[in-house]
């Protein structure tokens, strides 16, 4: 069965909660972007608030701007179940403190994605490289695979040419979709990226 792919944007729902203060937090947060383990960096007694200008409506998953995954434990209860924690996906709990600085009853994860696949079709996407560098890539805005070069086990990866962006599986997604998960939004691949 042939499978399509998608990446992660943000939900903008008005109504949805939203982590802002990940780097005044964690020192070394932009690990978090790289695909390398986290939990030297990120202990579970990490405490991050809800911003105060952002909505009151929980969401299985919690927008951002800084690219995370912030994931409810019915989401962590899918990565699981499809074998995903551990070597393709690092669980990082984390306190979730309401905007009065209250514990939040769920607890919440960061689900950091450790697979990286060399698979950016660089002559169809849309990209920009870092200034001053030939290699390193400043943002893709169309992004589209080399599918052959895809292992048939990758359900939750990142592209390995830019690491940033992370990727899932179509089956990954309905998995998401069937478990009633909210907050989540994605991006077909070949489609424009929203800046």
Same mark, same amino acid.
């Given at each position: 069965?042939?499978?399509? &792919?998608?990446?992660?944007?943000?939900?903008?729902?008005?109504?949805?909660?939203?982590?802002?203060?990940?780097?005044? %937090?964690?020192?070394?947060?932009?690990?978090?972007?790289?695909?390398?383990?986290?939990?030297?960096?990120?202990? *579970?007694?990490?405490?991050?608030?809800?911003?105060?200008?952002?909505?009151?409506?929980?969401?299985?998953?919690?927008?951002?701007?800084?690219?995370?995954?912030?994931?409810?434990?019915?989401?962590?209860?899918?990565?699981?179940?499809?074998?995903?924690?551990?070597?393709?996906?690092?669980?990082?709990?984390?306190?979730?403190?309401? %905007?009065?600085?209250?514990?939040?009853?769920?607890?919440?994860?960061?689900?950091? *994605?450790?697979?990286?696949?060399?698979?950016?079709? &660089?002559?169809?996407? %849309?990209?920009?490289?870092?200034?001053?560098?030939?290699?390193?890539?400043?943002?893709?805005?169309?992004?589209?695979?080399?599918?052959?070069?895809? *292992?048939?086990?990758?359900?939750? &990866?990142?592209?390995?040419?830019?690491?940033?962006?992370?990727?899932?599986?179509?089956?990954?997604?309905?998995? &998401?979709?069937?478990?009633?998960?909210?907050?989540?939004?994605?991006?077909?691949?070949?489609?424009?990226?929203?800046?």
């Amino acid at each position: 069965m042939p499978y399509s &792919f998608y990446t992660f944007g943000h939900a903008l729902d008005s109504r949805a909660v939203e982590i802002v203060d990940l780097p005044d %937090k964690v020192e070394d947060y932009f690990y978090l972007s790289d695909g390398v383990p986290m939990a030297p960096y990120l202990p *579970p007694t990490t405490e991050l608030r809800l911003y105060e200008e952002a909505g009151d409506m929980f969401t299985d998953f919690i927008d951002n701007p800084d690219g995370v995954l912030y994931v409810s434990p019915q989401v962590c209860e899918v990565l699981s179940s499809r074998g995903l924690v551990g070597a393709a996906v690092e669980l990082l709990p984390f306190v979730l403190l309401d %905007k009065r600085g209250r514990r939040v009853r769920e607890s919440y994860a960061i689900a950091n *994605p450790l697979v990286s696949v060399p698979c950016l079709d &660089f002559e169809r996407s %849309k990209y920009r490289r870092r200034a001053g560098s030939p290699i390193e890539l400043a943002e893709v805005n169309l992004l589209h695979l080399r599918e052959d070069a895809l *292992p048939e086990d990758v359900q939750l &990866f990142r592209v390995a040419e830019f690491t940033e962006m992370m990727v899932l599986r179509s089956d990954l997604l309905d998995a &998401f979709h069937q478990a009633g998960l909210t907050g989540l939004a994605v991006h077909p691949t070949g489609t424009t990226i929203p800046g």
